[in-house]
């Protein structure tokens, strides 16, 4: 469902030197796959992320999405590939302040062209516990509550692979059990793979495939922490 082979992603310096901080000869998860992704802070795991997401460009390498090659589409169309195929929950949840929970919803959908599905966005809402929060706006929202709305956004348009960064990096200890628990779950009912990034080793011991980036980067974690996007 995913596949990465020779993926490489540096940046610029002053000096006109580059900054390594991916080098990955292969990755893959199948479809429907839950696999957690920990590493030393700085490492290049947001890095990762943005560039299965279309978000960054590697520098050379192959990143495939269900046969599509995501390395020889435009910048444009990476995001449109994103839009359609990939949910992405961000640590800092990224929503939109001026609008409520449901037209944070229908927005990811209108992302991707197929227009608003009310009733697809009603239900998410409904799933992740919100459904007497449909019409608040953010600041009216929990720190929880805001993840649980962009837990739906991110799965508004049945995507084949959810990206989750840190989903609980600003959720109070009481209730990050429960947003791991909702990702899983919304996961495994939509058949959606998951790649999650990690710090907590409580949380990776509960998936059956857990990955060091590490193990499977050549790139040593002190040479890519100064290039990192986290």
């Known amino acids: 469902m995913l596949e990465i082979t020779d993926l490489v992603k540096d940046f610029p310096l002053?000096?006109?030197?580059?900054?390594?901080?991916?080098?990955?000869?292969?990755?893959?998860?199948?479809?429907?796959?839950q696999?957690?992704?920990?590493?030393?802070s700085g490492g290049g795991k947001t890095t990762l992320l943005h560039c299965i997401a279309g978000i960054t460009a590697?520098?050379?390498?192959?990143?495939g999405i269900n046969g599509l090659q995501l390395t020889k589409l435009s910048e444009a169309g990476r995001d449109r590939v994103r839009a359609a195929r990939i949910g992405y929950v961000f640590q800092t949840f990224?929503?939109?302040?001026?609008?409520?929970?449901?037209?944070?919803?229908?927005?990811?959908m209108s992302?991707?062209?197929?227009?608003?599905?009310?009733n697809r966005a009603v239900d998410l809402l409904q799933r992740v516990g919100l459904s007497n929060r449909l019409h608040h706006k953010p600041h009216a929202l929990s720190v929880g509550q805001q993840?649980?709305?962009?837990?739906?956004r991110a799965l508004a348009n049945r995507p084949t692979l959810l990206l989750a960064d840190e989903p609980t990096a600003n959720i109070d200890p009481a209730n990050?059990?429960?947003?791991?628990?909702?990702?899983?779950?919304?996961?495994?009912?939509?058949?959606?793979?998951m790649l999650m990034v990690t710090h907590s080793m409580q949380i990776a011991e509960q998936f059956d495939?857990?990955?060091?980036?590490?193990?499977i980067n050549r790139v040593h974690p002190d040479e890519a922490a100064q290039g990192d996007q986290e």
Request: charged share 30%; with cysteine; net charge negative.
């Open 35 to 40: 696999v957690v992704l920990i590493g030393e």
């Open 209 to 215: 495939r857990v990955e060091r980036l590490e193990e």
């Open 14 to 33: 002053p000096d006109r030197s580059r900054l390594p901080v991916l080098d990955i000869p292969q990755f893959s998860i199948s479809a429907a796959e």
């Open 147 to 152: 993840q649980r709305v962009a837990v739906a």
């Open 111 to 118: 992302f991707a062209g197929k227009g608003h599905d009310r």
């Open 176 to 193: 990050q059990q429960k947003i791991i628990d909702l990702i899983r779950d919304c996961c495994r009912e939509e058949e959606v793979a």
């Open 94 to 108: 990224n929503l939109l302040p001026g609008f409520s929970a449901l037209e944070n919803v229908w927005l990811g």
């Open 58 to 63: 590697p520098t050379s390498g192959r990143i």
